[in-house]
């Protein structure tokens, strides 16, 4: 018995191992940026323990580095609900996946759902705000590249954002004075309008009051006060 035992926990011992060599292999070449070299090693860590959330966060972004989406969606949306303090990674890559593929509504749902696993996880505001004007919600990708400034003070896209967002509110701008001039036309119009209308009216009444003192003699009877003689 203590045998068997014995031989069940060294063949354990070796598939933890061979699943560790697998991970440290496949994270190696990973971060040497070697993704079609990675794949091999990270699946079949992953393969040996499905549960490591850092082994498939890994392989979902060698997936999208080989344009393997359909896969690293698959891989992040397993591992999303078990994946504990990587939840706000693992939500935020899986943004990025749908955003590239132009889908911005699941981009912002997953955003959204990052910053709830994380409210300073900075990257997911940034993919929001990037998100927002996709979709041409210019106001909330506004508030989301100030709070990403906000987080991260130093990021070298500081000038670039702050050039955009001025951009922004100097197109806001813009289309609210266009707003108010095509009212204040709109008002001017409607007074010619107006105008031009009470003008037709008063002739009108005052052609109808000069017309009572005439009479064309054809509306009653005519009465005849003498005889009638016969020749």
Not at 83 to 112: C, I, K, P, Q
Not at 175 to 181: C, G, I, N, S, V
Not at 193 to 205: E, F, G, I, N, R
């Amino acid at each position: 018995m203590k045998k068997v035992i014995f031989i069940i926990s060294l063949l354990l011992l070796t598939v933890f191992c061979y699943g560790q060599n697998n991970f440290s292999k496949g994270e190696e070449l990973f971060m040497q940026n070697k993704p079609a070299e990675a794949v091999i090693y990270l699946e079949s860590a992953v393969a040996g323990d499905p549960s490591s959330a850092i082994t498939c966060l890994y392989l979902g972004i060698v997936y999208e580095q080989l344009n393997r989406t359909e896969e690293a969606i698959a891989i992040y949306r397993r591992i999303l609900p078990s994946a504990g303090n990587l939840s706000a990674n693992v939500a935020n890559n899986l943004a990025n996946v749908y955003f590239h593929r132009g889908n911005t509504d699941e981009a912002e749902r997953y955003y959204t759902q990052a910053i709830g696993f994380n409210s300073a996880f900075s990257r997911a505001y940034l993919g929001r705000a990037n998100t927002g004007i996709k979709a041409g919600k210019l106001q909330n990708a506004v508030s989301d590249y100030e709070q990403y400034l906000a987080l991260e003070p130093q990021s070298s896209q500081r000038t670039s954002i702050e050039n955009l967002v001025n951009l922004i509110r100097a197109e806001f701008t813009a289309a609210e004075t266009r707003r108010l001039l095509a009212e204040e036309e709109e008002r001017r119009i409607a007074e010619e309008k107006q105008k031009l209308l009470d003008s037709v009216y008063a002739s009108l009444y005052s052609a109808a009051d000069q017309s009572q003192g005439i009479s064309s003699g054809a509306e009653g009877v005519e009465g005849y006060e003498g005889e009638f003689v016969l020749e």
